[in-house]
């Protein structure tokens, strides 16, 4: 995460593990690797070593909208889920459904970064954005959940990067 600019760009510190994640489709991220759109526009399964007991909280945010040279949205929130106990993340609070990726044409490649962050205690939170909306996903920094809550380093990690494919268009077309 070093060397792909995701410390400094969205953290300050490493995550402590890798999170493992898989698509329905069978891709399966690994630390940079690139999928298409396509590969990642359903959710994901998303495996990391927690312990019994405590809650978590899923990120999944690209920090290059409109593009890596001009991030002047950084970050596009394209998933969150808070309250997970250990590593169910399924049995979470979705705050933000799932978005695929959906770099848009001719603005090269964007990473999509997945953080987990071991919560302190429960998050009171009424707050839900569906998947057909951008309100409430621009300019969304991980930094300030990390500060509201008192956060810490993230347990796990992961991210995978992609360019624009022919399905970004149905995914626009869905998102207003």
Do not use: C
């Amino acid at each position: 995460m070093d060397t792909a600019g995701i410390i400094p760009d969205i953290i300050d510190v490493k995550p402590k593990a890798k999170a493992t994640i898989t698509y329905p489709s069978g891709a399966q991220v690994e630390l940079g690797k690139e999928l298409a759109p396509t590969q990642v526009k359903d959710e994901p399964t998303v495996v990391y070593d927690a312990d019994e007991g405590s809650l978590y909280t899923l990120l999944l945010v690209d920090p290059d909208a409109p593009s890596r040279e001009d991030p002047k949205f950084r970050e596009v929130l394209h998933w969150a889920v808070i309250n997970i106990p250990g590593n169910k993340v399924s049995q979470g609070q979705v705050i933000a459904e799932y978005i695929g990726a959906g770099p848009r044409e001719g603005s090269g490649l964007h990473r999509y970064v997945f953080l987990v962050f071991k919560q302190n205690e429960k998050i009171a939170s009424d707050k839900f954005i569906n998947k057909t909306t951008r309100e409430g996903r621009v300019s969304v920094k991980v930094r300030d959940y990390i500060t509201k809550y008192n956060f810490g380093a993230p347990v796990a990690g992961n991210f995978f990067q992609a360019k624009y494919d022919d399905y970004v268009q149905t995914l626009i077309a869905q998102v207003k």
